[in-house]
């Protein structure tokens, strides 16, 4: 009798799992339920992606939400047109998202800002230095690891099975026209301005711009402004008619020093990631990180720039340096993009002034951001790279800046007689990643007045050694006869962890004032000479004029370019990417609404940046109406 119980039971059992099994069925292929799963999955893959770049991704108005929303949708939808079934189109497009997700987690780590469009361009680079960061697996990221999993699971149970490998013809027509739809999106949103409006590019700072408006908008939005456009009202006429009022006969075209007899040796340093960070606060060090830079009075210029990258890119910052172009106007990277054929620079320019062979040194991989390609294009006549440097004595994984400093004194021994150094230096030494336990400083730097992580006191070591190699090559040179001038900038800062700007700043940098993320964009130049410089300090330019300062100091020649430059310095000190201060001070963001009007509520300081953006365009990109005699000079 029991044992007829438990039989009744058990067909029970097996009847009520068969009737939900059939009910699990029947709900899985019902149209309704696919169409509100693959809505629920694309919210889910949004929520998942932006946890990945921005773990307190919160407050999205419903409009940016539902845009962003609508990208996924859009893959999701033209997938699913390809496979003519869901479960497959949204396997692959979370797989697809997943990797992405977990690609911008480490790049955000060693940089501060996820993936850009125009890191695409830069891919053998980055490529390139990978390999010297180290990747710690967190707790949050095993939990994101964990949510992806249960959404393929969810995916994989909650969607039925292809049936058919061919669809008949009427699931061919669905499947067709879902592909067309998310087609005519996307050629839509890549056509008409309307989906993208008010979403900035924001090149000044890409973490705010992720973090305000969404990973994948804002990426296509940046994507959007991948190349200049021709400014509105350009005309080759009018940058004609302004350049040519810096147009001065010979007599009156040189610097405001009086040339010497020989043209001084010329040594351009850009040392990677070189910053003062006590310009963020109150930083106190054991010892003192700049102890060499702070003492040097005579015969020297300081100043601060401006950067218009932070945490990389450097090449953008050569780029500035090298043509007095600012990055303001140039969205994606210069080196990998706009440069095919001879451009005009200052390197042309000092070769047309009597130096014979201008050398560039980065002790790196000579292919890294096309230098290999792009420094012949701009007038230098050798390159020297990695491997024209012994290594015997690498600081972490890099050639330290000592070694590359006794190159440049190398060089200068064994240039012709009566012929002048001219020599354009990109450092490696500081390149981040800081978090190389292994290597030993003989002077490790700590920090006195707070707490501050590894990887910051690993950075403070490394400029402190920058700045023992920066007296070296001043102590050599200083010993030598031939007149010699040497300037020195950084790049870029470096990307520290938050809770560092925490402890200096008082915020992390998501809560940063515009003014607030300006001073991450500092950097630190001295102009030095071994004969009579006036002493200065130039408390804010930006790095597009710095070419034009050294070529004033050194009594050279200037392009009717530089004359301009040099006029618009006192107007607008700073333009960079990162932001505009005019000559009152004020800081002001250029944009292209700016065009036409103003500028930061200054329609002349608006119609000044409107010129420049002309004459870069010109510069650049008008090959048929191209202005050469203006950015060049003729032997």
């Not at 004020?586 to 010129?611: P, Q, R």
Request: hydrophobic fraction near 40%.
């Amino acid at each position: 009798m029991i044992r007829e119980s438990l039989d009744t039971d058990d067909l029970k059992k097996k009847s009520f799992l068969h009737s939900a099994g059939e009910v699990y069925q029947t709900l899985r292929q019902n149209v309704f339920y696919q169409i509100v799963f693959f809505i629920v999955v694309s919210f889910l893959q949004f929520f998942l992606l932006e946890l990945f770049i921005n773990p307190e991704s919160v407050g999205y108005s419903f409009a940016l939400l539902l845009k962003n929303v609508l990208l996924i949708a859009g893959v999701n939808l033209f997938l699913t047109g390809i496979f003519h079934a869901l479960r497959p189109a949204l396997f692959l497009s979370e797989a697809f998202f997943f990797l992405i997700g977990i690609a911008n987690y480490f790049i955000i780590r060693f940089r501060g800002y996820g993936i850009v469009f125009m890191d695409f361009h830069a891919i053998k680079t980055a490529a390139g230095v990978a390999g010297g960061y180290h990747y710690d697996i967190s707790a949050f990221l095993m939990l994101l690891l964990l949510f992806s999993a249960l959404l393929f699971f969810v995916t994989c149970f909650g969607l039925p099975k292809r049936k058919h490998k061919y669809p008949d013809g009427r699931y061919l027509l669905l499947s067709l026209g879902a592909m067309l739809i998310s087609v005519l999106f996307f050629f839509w949103i890549n056509f008409d301005p309307t989906f993208f409006r008010g979403v900035s590019s924001l090149s000044w700072d890409h973490s705010i711009g992720m973090r305000d408006y969404g990973y994948l908008l804002y990426f296509l939005s940046n994507a959007g402004k991948e190349t200049m456009e021709e400014p509105i009202g350009y005309s080759a006429k009018a940058v004609d008619e302004e350049l040519s009022k810096y147009e001065e006969p010979l007599e009156a075209v040189r610097g405001s020093k009086e040339p010497t007899e020989n043209h001084p040796n010329l040594i351009m340093i850009m040392n990677e990631s070189y910053s003062d960070l006590r310009d963020l606060g109150t930083l106190e060090t054991e010892p003192e990180v700049m102890s060499f830079y702070d003492s040097l009075t005579e015969n020297t210029i300081k100043g601060t720039a401006y950067s218009s990258v932070y945490g990389g890119y450097t090449a953008n910052s050569e780029f500035e340096f090298l043509t007095g172009c600012s990055k303001l106007f140039l969205p994606g990277s210069p080196y990998l993009q706009y440069i095919e054929e001879d451009m005009p620079s200052l390197i042309w320019n000092l070769k047309s002034q009597g130096y014979e062979e201008p050398v560039a040194i980065h002790p790196y991989r000579p292919s890294g951001y096309n230098r290999n390609r792009v420094y012949p294009l701009l007038g230098f006549e050798k390159f020297l790279s990695l491997s024209d440097f012994s290594g015997e004595d690498l600081v972490r994984d890099y050639i330290g800046d000592a070694e590359d400093y006794e190159k440049i004194e190398e060089l200068f021994e064994k240039k012709k007689p009566g012929t002048s150094l001219c020599v354009f230096n990109v450092t490696m030494q500081n390149h981040n990643a800081y978090d190389d336990r292994a290597y030993v400083f003989k002077e490790p730097v700590h920090v006195k007045n707070f707490k501050a992580d590894f990887a910051a006191e690993q950075y403070l070591s490394l400029m402190h050694m920058s700045d023992q190699a920066l007296e070296q090559l001043i102590t050599y040179f200083s010993g030598v006869s031939e007149p010699t001038m040497i300037l020195l900038f950084g790049d870029h800062q470096p990307h520290l962890a938050d809770s560092f700007y925490k402890e200096i700043m008082g915020k992390v940098p998501g809560l940063f004032s515009e003014e607030q993320v300006m001073e991450k964009h500092k950097v630190p130049f001295l102009i030095w000479a071994n004969f009579d410089i006036p002493e200065q300090t130039i408390e804010g330019t930006s790095i597009n004029y710095l070419s034009t300062i050294l070529l004033q100091t050194a009594g050279l020649r200037l392009t009717p370019f530089n004359r301009y430059l040099s006029e618009l310095r006192k107007k607008v000190p700073v333009i960079s990417a990162s932001g505009c201060y005019d000559s009152e001070g004020k800081l002001f963001h250029y944009t292209d609404e700016d065009n036409e009007t103003e500028a930061g509520g200054s329609g002349k300081t608006g119609k000044l940046l409107h010129t420049y953006e002309g004459i870069i365009y010109n510069y650049i990109f008008d090959k048929k109406n191209h202005l050469g005699n203006y950015f060049t000079i003729s032997k």
